[in-house]
């Protein structure tokens, strides 16, 4: 089974990348898959998807009813890994954080891990913020959750894996 991208919005049987930092997609509210680049500007009903230059993912409805955790979304709403979103008669999920088993020629090989300082090995499992990329082991990352990033100047607040649903290795 091939690795979903990160960060996604997941439809269930398909799902949406985000665009790279900087930059914005847009998704007409009549034609979800057909996802187009485009910066932010017009007025079609439908979700813009974007990166800021700091990582975060968000998203900006237009004339488009979208409930995050069964809130309504005013304006725009940064996402956080595990959000659930309703839109468009849709269940979608929204992911940013996956486990990965580090590679033979991995430029991770030897790094430590941020929050218990074991260096990390070929085959490993570990967790990379998704902000600064710093690496963590699996166990450390849960351990983090609802805390902050250990890495300098990065503020994000992780979110257990094994809380928000995702499989140890999609």
């Given at each position: ?7 996604r ?5 398909w ?11 847009f998704?007409?509210?009549d ?33 488009l ?17 595990g ?7 849709y ?8 486990s ?16 218990c ?13 998704p ?19 250990y ?13 928000a649903?995702?499989?140890?290795h999609?």
């Amino acid at each position: 089974m091939a690795r979903k991208p990160v960060p996604r919005l997941d439809f269930g049987d398909w799902y949406v990348t985000f665009p790279q930092r900087g930059r914005y997609i847009f998704l007409p509210a009549d034609q979800l898959r057909e996802a187009r680049e485009e910066p932010p500007g017009q007025n079609e009903c439908g979700l813009w998807l974007g990166r800021a230059e700091s990582g975060l993912s968000v998203i900006i409805p237009v004339r488009l009813a979208v409930l995050r955790g069964g809130l309504p979304t005013v304006v725009f709403a940064v996402l956080h890994h595990g959000d659930q979103l309703r839109l468009a008669g849709y269940d979608v999920d929204f992911h940013e954080v996956r486990s990965v088993r580090v590679g033979e020629s991995s430029r991770l090989i030897g790094q430590e891990c941020q929050q218990c300082r074991a260096e990390i090995v070929r085959s490993a499992d570990i967790v990379q913020c998704p902000l600064c990329q710093a690496a963590y082991c699996s166990d450390c990352w849960d351990f983090l959750a609802n805390k902050r990033c250990y890495s300098r100047a990065c503020n994000y607040a992780p979110v257990a894996l094994t809380l928000a649903g995702e499989a140890a290795h999609d």
